[in-house]
Nanobody, 118 residues
Framework: QVQLVESGGGLVQPGGSLRLSCAAS????????MGWYRQAPGKQRELVAA???????NYADSVKCRFTISRDNAKNTVYLQMNSVKPEDTAVYSC????????????WGQGTQVTVSS
């Protein structure tokens, strides 16, 4: 069992920056691939960025060159650095952990709201 707790959401102006954190507990963090997803009102949840247990990241086209995902296995934490944010980035951002060898072990955090508005 893995527990995930997101933090760092809030209100930010267009063009600003925000860093989300997701702290994990309950299992060996390094054996999970991690991802950030978001869901805006009336839209389906979408993958924003993911990072493998080995540290390789991939991004949705809409956030490439603006967002950076990283992880600190010593702190059991994954981060999402959001730069040059846009109003369309407004959504609830959720953290996901998926076991590298068995996708049945799949966990979600409660989500954190990010609102981009002037």
């Amino acid at each position: 069992q893995v527990q995930l707790v997101e933090s760092g959401g809030g209100l930010v102006q267009p063009g600003g920056s925000l860093r989300l954190s997701c702290a994990a507990s309950g299992s060996i963090f390094s054996i999970y691939n991690m991802g950030w997803y978001r869901q805006a009102p009336g839209k389906q949840r979408e993958l924003v960025a993911a990072i493998t247990s080995g540290g390789r990241g991939n991004y949705a086209d809409s956030v490439k060159c603006r967002f950076t995902i990283s992880r600190d296995n010593a702190k059991n934490t994954v981060y999402l650095q959001m730069n040059s944010v846009k109003p369309e980035d407004t959504a609830v951002y959720s953290c996901n952990a998926r076991h590298v060898a068995d996708s049945r072990y799949d966990y979600w955090g409660q989500g954190t709201q990010v609102t981009v508005s002037s």
